[in-house]
């Protein structure tokens, strides 16, 4: 256990996303509890979890793989093996090895073995001596569908995440199918007893909030009375949020869960780092208009100058701590 942890004062911490933006996160904070859940979106549809999730008729095994790894208090090799890749397509044939993650195809045998993905998922945690709790956000099979500014309907997380379609790629709303997909009594007890709950970073629309939009997991954060914090991200994704502020983030939330259910808003402010190369990335504007002064704002450097598209993940957990 890392010498940050505080046993006794340990706090318990909910992460909402699942995307690469939760595993940077959850990568800091595990230094300062040892009570972290993720809830992670069921709705993805795209890439090698896509083609398990089409073949084998699971939940989508992809990110909860990769939190898990983030998670792992594993040797290194046995971490390593969770995200190792087989060279070719990920995109590829559905019943292709190919571009395959190793953590998928382990996910996938032991739900075979066990006969049911949650208590598969439950010994990948033990087998990997997972530092915390993944969880799906929701028990029922669902996928997500959109709406551009234009009004054009898209259907499907790997069509809206890679921007495969005509007409303005700017999205304004997305709808979980089924509307009234559920969360298990374990998120929501999760919620319920957290000291914390964090949504984001993450891509917004095909991340974030496809979790938000489980009704159950939106009324449970509302009724939370402890600090809830929303993690803007450092830079803002083509065909997703292409030119949003700060604002534009916290409206959006409000948009699709009928309130901004967050007392605190966690903004970058370093934007001096060049983006990659080959990236049609920019960095979120961080200003924040009348409407949000309400808002608890904390500011501060957040950029993983290595790779400007992340958050540092030491510096983002030290922020959020500050909070508690």
Known sequence: ???????????SIVCLGGGIGSVQLVRGLRDYSDKLTVVVSM???GGSGGRLRRLFSIPPPGDLINCLAALSDAEPVLKQLLTYRFEGNRWGRDDSLKGQKLGNLILVALTKMYGDFNQALTEAERIFACHGKILPASIDNVSIWAKTVDGMR????????????????QLSEIHL???????SKEV???IKQAD???AGPGDLYTTVLPVLAVKEIARAIRQSKVTKVFVVNIANKPFETPNYSVYDYIEAVTRHVGSFPFTSVVVNTNVKPRMPR????????????DAAKKIKLLKADLVNAEFPLYHDSAKLAAALMKLL
Not at 1 to 11: L, Q, V
Not at 278 to 289: A, C, L, P
């Open 196 to 198: 914390m709950i964090i």
């Open 177 to 183: 199918q089924p509307e009234d997909a559920r969360a």
């Open 188 to 190: 929501l007890s999760a």
């Open 278 to 289: 080959g990236f049609r990335y920019h960095y979120v504007q961080s200003d924040i208009i």
């Open 1 to 11: 256990m890392d010498k940050k942890i505080n046993m006794k004062a340990s706090p």
């Open 154 to 169: 898209i259907v499907g997380e790997e069509t809206i995440d890679r921007g495969k379609y005509n007409g303005r790629r």
């Open 43 to 45: 709705a993805d549809d």
